[in-house]
Every structure is written in C-alpha cells, then in structure tokens.
C-alpha cells in the first residue's frame, strides 16, 4: 500500500528569519503519527504545506495519492483537519457550523456527527463564538471525524485543554482510529500524549526534520550511559553519540542513539570502562535529540 | 453546497441587507412626502429634479451596499486567516463562483425592496401626463451597481501589496501628476471624449451615470 | 445530481438574458404619446437622410484640412457665417489678432516664428501663464459653416470665445431678433445632451400651452417659443391648473398682508379655482420655458434651410415666424412640428441593455481578477 504522506525536498521561505529546507517525510497508511517540535520549529507551516494551504517554494508533497497543492480538492474530501486555533465562523451556532461543513463532503455521517455532538455534550444552539476553549477543541474534532476520513490532520489537538476534556478528545480520536484504521497525523509538542497513542515519530527543529522513526526504536534506541576514561576522539563507533558531558573526574555522560546491549564489549576494547546503562523517558529522548541537532558532535566522537 | 453557502453568507450579512433595504424602501416615499411638505403641488420639473437627487443618494447607497455586504460575507474568512475555507475540500474557483453567486441574490434583495418602494413611494404622487415612474429600472441600476462594487472591492481586496501600490501609483499619477503636467505645457486634453469614454458603455462605471431618476420624463 | 457549476452558469447567463430585455426606462406606456413619438422618429429618420445627402454634396466643397488647420488666428466675427472658404479665413484672421488685443491686452499676441500665439493666464495658477497656438476650427450648423477658435484651453477657452462670437453676432443683428433670443444664432451645433435638456425643460413644464404644444397643437408651440405677441402671460400659457404651483412658487411677496397670505395657503392646500382666481392675477408669471430652447428652434432651421440660412435668417426682415421660415425653407408651423419631433425623440432614453452588459462584463471580469487563491496566514 502507498504511504499516506509522501513528502521530498520541500522548501519553504517565510520572510527572511523562517524556511523550510529539503524536508523529506513519509506517514505509512495506517499508522499513528506523531508530529514532534519545540514551537516555532515548523509544525504549523509543514502541515499547512502537506494540505495545499499555503504555496510551496519546492519539492513535492503526495498526500493520499494526490499531488498538492494541485489536488488539494481532492485530497481535502478525505482528510479530517483540525487546526491548531479555532477556525470556526464565530456567529455560526453548533448546529448551523455542523450542517455547513457537512455540505462539503460526499462521505458526511450525519448520525456520527450526532453521536459525537450529544457525547461531548455541545449545545446545538450555542454560536461556536461562545464556546470555551474545551467546547471548542470537540466540536473541531466532531467535524473532523464525522466526514469518515482516510487521514486525520490534527495540529495541536489538545493544546490547552483541560485533562478532562482531553481525554474525552483523545478517547474519540482513538476509538474512532481502532474502528475505521485510519491514518492519523498529529502535531505536537506535548510529548506524553504522543507516546501513549503513537507508533512512528518525527521531530521537527528549525524547520528541518532530525529525526523519523518507528515509536519503538525512539524509545528503546536511545540510551544514557556512564564511560569511564573515554578517550576524547574515537572512530568507529557502533552508535551515534548525541551528547557527551564530563561528570566528575574522568567519568563522562553520553546520550546515544542505536544503542544495542551486545555494544558494552566496544568500550572495553577501546580502553573505557562502561559503568552504567539508563533508559530515557520520551519526553528527555526528544529533549536530548533536540540537543545534539542544535550544536552537533565533532566528526569522529 | 450552495444553499449552505447561501445561507451561511445570509447569516453574515442579514442585519446589514434588512437595515439597507428597509432605508431604501422607505427613502423614495420619504423624499416624496418631505417635498410634499414644502410643495403641495407638485411641478414637472421639480419632481424630475428632485428624483435625480434622490438617484444621487441611492447611487451611493449602492456602493456602501456592495462594500457592506462583501465585508459582512467575507469578514468571518479574513478573521481566520481563510484556514477554515482552504481547508474545505472545493477548488478557489468553485468557491468564489458560489460566493459570488450566493452575493448576487444577497444583492438583489435591497434591489427589489427599493423598486417596491419606489412604486409606492410614487404611487401618491399626482403625476403629470409628461412624467412617469422608473422605479424597476432605478432597482436594476441600483443591483448592478452595488454587485459591480462587490465585484471590484473582491478583485481589489486579492491584490498583493506590490499591485495595490501600482494601482495606488496610477491613480496618483492620474489625480495628481497629470493636471500638474497639463497645466505647465498646455498640452489640448479632450476632456469631453475622456468624460464620455468613463460615463458610457462599456466604462465600468457607466451604470453610475446613467439616469438614476425614479420620476422621469 | 445538483450541479453547482451548472446552476451557477445558469444564473449568471439568466441575468444576463434578463437584463437586457429589461424594459427599464422604455419609452412611455401612453400609447397616444407613443404612436406621435413612432412617428416623430420616423420623420426624424427621413430629415436625416435628406442632411446625410446635403452634407455629402457640401464635404466635396470644403476646402482642404490642412489649410484650415494652418490659419493660426482666432476668429470670430459673424461674417464667417457661411462656407469656411480660404478668403473668409484669411479675412477672418486679419482682424482676429485686434479682437485678441482688445480682450486680453496688447501683448496678448505674439508672432513667434511665423506662428501667432495668444499669451493667456492660466486660471488660479496666480503668475503662470501660458502660451497657446490658436488656431479656428470649423463647426457646422446643418450646411452653415462655422469658424470657431479653438486652443489648449479645451472646450472651456472655446466656449469662451464661442461666447463672444455670439455676442457679436448678436450685437451685429436686429434688436428684433436680439430681444427674441441671444445669442440670436448657435455656434456650436447642439449635443445630444443638450437635446436631451431642452426636453427636459418642455416635458418638464407646469404649463397647460407647453402640453398642447406636446400633444402636437403648432400653435401653441409658436407661443411658448415666443412666435407669436403675448401681452397676457398668463392667458398665453398657463390655464387654472397650473395656477397652484404658480401661487406657491410666486404667491406671497415679502410686504403682503396677511390676508394675501390665507388665500395664498387656501388656494394651494384645496386648489380651488375660485380662491386661486383671486390671486392668480397679483403674480407676474414668467414664460414656461427658458430662452435657450428657443436657440434650438433656430437651430432645427439652420439645418432644415441648407446653405445660406444663417444669411437669411440673419439678413432677413420682418417677424421671428418670417425670417424662421425663409432660413429653413419651410412654413413655420411645419418647423414648429419638427421641433416639437426633435424634442420628444431627444428624452433621456436609458441605455439598460448597454449599462447592463457593461456591468456584468466588468463584474465577471473582476470576478476572474479575484480568483487568485489566498494564502492561509
């Protein structure tokens, strides 16, 4: 099966501070993606790229089989899209906002729309200006599922909102995934949440891509280890350091990537003494990648 | 789609059509009664001069009403930045033609509320054999006026701002620059021809100068 | 299935189709006005051939462009009334250079070159004058050429100088013919626009006359062009309809008792013609149209008499009506009814169908000038 999001080479310029360069990126079908980045990393502008909102500079972006933004119409009738601000017309009520948005799509499930609206208890008379901010986040997710995408778009689904109200968003999101099997991106840099649901991650920085990999190899791939007598360059290392900090003496600090439990026996070859292994948490990986894509290590360490 | 769209831009702009189309309704029997205040007997001539004022007014209620209605329509997109209407499965064109279309009935709302008023408004005054009432043809100058500006201001508005200071530049140049020019060289403009280039077909803006007259003879 | 694309074509081409057969600002629906008007324009169409015809016999005599285009002198003088010959134009400049003098001073004129040139101040510009080469142009008034001056002034320096030719002219003819109208011959040939007011004025008059004139009484168009003696105004023009609007208008002077003032009010508020009879006669009425309408009458002869009627009209003696029908080669009463013609064709007629194309033209054109899709942001 093709992926769901095919992206290569896409360049972007946003005055003279922003671009986006030579960004490759591919979402399996099927998959949970988790789009991670500190703000102002690009999230935003790549995702409004992928989806023919704005004009790209180069490159090509194929978003279930179609080429945007040339396609945009097309693709867009199978996408679920909630934006990272509210985007509603604010004088619309619920009911009003609902019946206009399903008349654009052919796929429109007007019981699942009602469903949704009584489960996430949205009055059908409030104008969409009023709602609070929780309201507002279910009644955009409410639109983007009830038109039964094929890929669901999600830009900061949750991002303040209160731990009740994103569990009810969240628990739709993946209830409605396990039933449907619909491929799901989402942007976000609350880096928990993306852990519990997702199976293949990329992390934005600067505009550029740092990494993208399967969820489980983020997880157990990154490790920190204790080295002892490290001399200060080494070749032909198994693993990719990210980080290396003197602790006390000659004890060092490292963060690595690809790490695998077989590499221990390379250190005592090379002289180093390897005194411990400690996992890390997703949110500390995320932060240590971020780390070593902003000021990288020497050729050679 | 397009009775969504429809009744979408209704919600918009419903406050703005009911308050213009009551204002114009009422503005011809208004005008008729206030004259009649100060003239129980009405001249020809005064009827006639006095509807062309009244064409005057109605022809700017036609430009305010055309701005109006494209910014109570377009004003909630703008607002957001037009994320939620990229982001609608439907081509631009597809998009603009339906909003277009949906402004042109928005439009000839105010249109059909002034000939209706127009027809009343008139209906009370006694008039001369020599004189008649125009008021369907003043209501369809006044759609297409008001749908001409809703059209320009919709061309104007998609302008990057590179272009905007062209036409800016131009109209400078035009306003400004040329007269100044004119008057140092001397140089013979045919301003009868230029006057009748803007004021007849197939000018732009013919329909403003046109006959704007309810009463006519 | 619905077809959006498709009602959307269907709706702009419905109101295309429908606008222009829109019977906005037709002509009138009284059909007895309509059928005069069916054949006034008929009539109108057959004076047209005939100057059509008369004017191509004349062109083949006109003397070439350029040596017209050369006279580099303003002119004006009613002699030139008459064929823009070669001699009338080198006469007329001769004398054009001391008329220039008398208006705008001694140095008013200057020889640069071979090529004369008025020195003119340029309104509200303070000290910036400027130098404009004058040259006439010729204007034709049915087969009577006319010499006007024209300059980078445009049109408002021409009428100016139109003005003042007529002024000439007028000085030149017979206090008859000057108390009649002034100027007492049109220099410049009417517009439509002009026309267009002129009917204004008649279909717009509170006058029982101008109605018969309009229902096609010949007479009564001779009188309110002023053909015909009228010592009584009121009598000649207006009937007792007319006598409100004539009160209000005119009713009331500034030292009147109070008295004039409550049958003033009583004849207006109940049109009674008793009470408007007691007042009517205190008022001094004026004519029901202005001066300037009887301007085009001369004009309608001018063009219906050919060659020399400007001579004829000028030069002739006796009454109005006399010295009318020998410039245009027809009784009087027929010019009248020609007149009257003219007039009713000449109502504004509303273009719709061309404004209504325009419009939606220039709507749909636009409409693709804003199809540029916006960015998000």
């Known amino acids: 099966m093709s992926d769901a999001?095919?992206?290569?080479?896409?360049?972007?310029?946003?005055?003279?501070?922003?671009?986006?360069?030579?960004?490759?990126?591919?979402?399996?079908?099927?998959?949970?993606?988790?789009?991670?980045?500190?703000?102002?990393?690009?999230?935003?502008?790549?995702?409004?790229?992928?989806?023919?909102?704005?004009p790209k500079l180069d490159g090509e972006v194929t978003v279930l089989g179609h080429s945007m933004p040339e396609g945009a119409h097309h693709a867009l009738a199978k996408i679920g899209f909630v934006p990272e601000?509210?985007?509603?017309?604010?004088?619309?009520?619920?009911?009003?906002?609902?019946?206009?948005?399903?008349s654009f799509y052919k796929n429109w499930d007007a019981a699942e729309a009602e469903r949704l609206r009584r489960e996430f208890a949205l009055r059908a008379e409030n104008t969409v200006g009023?709602?609070?901010?929780?309201?507002?986040?279910?009644?955009?997710?409410?639109?983007?599922?009830?038109?039964?995408?094929?890929?669901?778009?999600l830009d900061e689904p949750t991002d303040g909102l209160d731990p009740v109200v994103r569990r009810d968003v969240l628990g739709a999101l993946v209830e409605f995934v396990e039933r449907k099997g619909t491929t799901v991106f989402i942007s976000s840099h609350l880096v928990h949440?993306?852990?519990?649901?997702?199976?293949?991650?990329?992390?934005?920085?600067?505009?550029?891509?740092?990494?993208?990999?399967?969820?489980?190899?983020?997880?157990?791939?990154?490790?920190?280890?204790?080295?002892?007598?490290?001399?200060?360059?080494?070749?032909g290392m198994p693993f990719v350091v990210?980080?290396?900090?003197?602790?006390?003496?000659?004890?060092?600090?490292?963060?690595?990537?690809?790490?695998?439990?077989?590499?221990?026996?390379?250190?005592?070859?090379?002289?180093?003494?390897?005194?411990?292994?400690?996992?890390?948490?997703?949110?500390?990986?995320?932060?240590?990648?971020?780390?070593?894509?902003r000021s990288p290590m020497p050729e050679g360490n | 789609m397009f009775k969504q769209m429809l009744a979408v831009q209704w919600r918009f702009s419903r406050k703005t059509i009911a308050a213009v189309s009551v204002l114009i309704a009422i503005l011809p029997a208004l005008t008729m009664r206030l004259s009649a205040v100060s003239t129980v007997n009405y001249t020809p001539r005064g009827l006639v001069q006095q509807s062309i004022a009244l064409g005057l007014v109605l022809g700017m209620f036609a430009v305010l009403t055309g701005l109006f209605i494209y910014e109570s329509t377009w004003r909630n997109d703008t607002s957001g930045k037009n994320v939620y209407l990229l982001s609608l499965p439907i081509t631009w064109r597809q998009f603009m033609l339906n909003r277009l279309c949906g402004a042109l009935l928005l439009l000839l709302l105010p249109a059909l509320c002034l000939w209706i008023g127009g027809v009343i408004g008139t209906a009370f005054v006694p008039l001369p054999p020599t004189l008649h009432v125009y008021a369907l043809g003043v209501a369809f100058r006044f759609f297409l006026a008001s749908s001409l500006t809703y059209c320009l201001w919709s061309a104007l508005v998609q302008f990057s701002g590179q272009k905007a200071t062209l036409v800016f530049l131009v109209v400078l140049l035009l306003a400004i620059i040329v007269p100044v020019i004119i008057a140092i060289t001397g140089v013979a403009l045919p301003l009868e021809t230029?006057?009748?280039?803007?004021?007849?077909?197939?000018?732009?803006?013919?329909?403003?100068f046109s006959r704007w007259a309810i009463i006519d003879v | 299935m619905f077809d959006r694309n498709r009602f959307a074509g269907f709706f702009l081409a419905a109101i295309f189709a429908g606008a222009t057969w829109l019977p906005a600002q037709n002509r009138t629906a009284d059909s007895t006005l309509g059928q005069r008007w069916v054949a006034a324009e008929l009539r109108l169409a057959r004076l047209k051939a005939e100057a059509a015809h008369r004017d191509s016999i004349v062109n083949s005599n006109t003397p070439p462009q350029e040596i017209v285009e050369d006279v580099i002198t303003i002119h004006y003088d009613s002699s030139v009334i008459g064929r823009a010959t070669v001699a009338v134009l080198r006469r007329a400049a001769r004398t054009a250079a001391s008329e220039i003098r008398k208006v705008q001073g001694d140095g008013a004129v200057r020889t640069i070159g071979s090529i004369q040139f008025a020195a003119l101040p340029v309104p509200n510009a303070g000290k910036i004058g400027r130098l404009v080469r004058l040259r006439p142009i010729v204007s034709r008034v049915g087969l009577n050429e006319i010499v006007a001056p024209t300059s980078g002034f445009g049109s408002l320096f021409r009428q100016y100088f139109l003005d003042m030719a007529a002024a000439q002219a007028t000085g030149?003819?017979?206090?008859?013919?000057?108390?009649?109208?002034?100027?007492?011959?049109?220099?410049?040939?009417?517009?439509?626009?002009?026309?267009?007011?002129?009917?204004?004025?008649?279909l717009g008059a509170q006058s029982e006359t101008v109605k018969r004139c309009i229902n096609g009484s010949a007479l009564s168009c001779g009188t309110v062009l002023g053909l015909e003696a009228t010592d009584d105004k009121l009598a000649a023009f207006y009937g007792p309809r007319d006598y409100p609007s004539l009160v209000e208008a005119f009713g009331v002077q500034k030292n009147d008792p109070d008295s004039v003032a409550t049958i003033v009010n009583r004849c207006i508020r109940t049109a009674d013609d008793a009470t408007c009879g007691q007042i009517i006669r205190r008022i001094r009425v004026g004519d029901p149209l202005p001066g300037q309408s009887r301007l085009s009458l001369v004009e309608i002869a001018l063009e219906r008499g050919g060659v020399g009627a400007a001579d004829r009209y000028l030069a002739g003696t006796g009454t109005i009506r006399e010295r009318l029908a020998a410039a245009s080669g027809v009784p009087t009463d027929t010019l009248l009814l020609i007149w009257r013609d003219r007039v009713l064709a000449s109502r504004p007629t509303h273009k719709i169908a061309g404004i209504a194309l325009a419009g939606f033209g220039w709507s749909l054109l636009l409409l693709f000038a804003s199809l540029r899709r916006p960015k998000c942001g």
């Open chain 1, 5 to 54: 999001i095919h992206i290569r080479n896409l360049g972007y310029r946003a005055g003279k501070e922003f671009a986006i360069r030579d960004l490759a990126m591919t979402v399996p079908t099927g998959s949970v993606y988790g789009f991670l980045g500190p703000n102002g990393s690009g999230k935003t502008t790549t995702i409004r790229l992928m989806l023919g909102m704005l």
């Open chain 1, 85 to 102: 601000r509210l985007h509603l017309y604010q004088t619309l009520t619920v009911e009003e906002s609902i019946a206009y948005h399903a």
């Open chain 1, 130 to 153: 009023r709602l609070s901010k929780g309201e507002a986040g279910k009644l955009m997710m409410l639109l983007a599922l009830a038109a039964r995408p094929d890929l669901l778009v």
């Open chain 1, 193 to 235: 949440e993306q852990e519990r649901i997702c199976d293949w991650v990329g992390v934005m920085d600067g505009g550029r891509l740092v990494a993208e990999l399967p969820m489980h190899a983020f997880r157990a791939g990154i490790k920190r280890l204790r080295v002892n007598g490290a001399a200060p360059v080494i070749d």
């Open chain 1, 242 to 293: 990210l980080s290396r900090d003197l602790v006390v003496g000659h004890e060092e600090q490292w963060v690595v990537r690809g790490w695998q439990p077989e590499m221990a026996q390379w250190f005592q070859r090379g002289g180093a003494e390897l005194r411990g292994v400690m996992d890390l948490d997703l949110e500390e990986s995320f932060v240590e990648l971020l780390r070593s894509s």
């Open chain 2, 194 to 208: 230029i006057f009748r280039w803007i004021a007849d077909p197939p000018s732009p803006v013919s329909v403003f």
């Open chain 3, 172 to 202: 030149l003819a017979d206090p008859s013919l000057a108390s009649w109208v002034t100027p007492v011959i049109p220099l410049a040939k009417k517009s439509q626009e002009d026309w267009t007011e002129v009917a204004g004025w008649v």
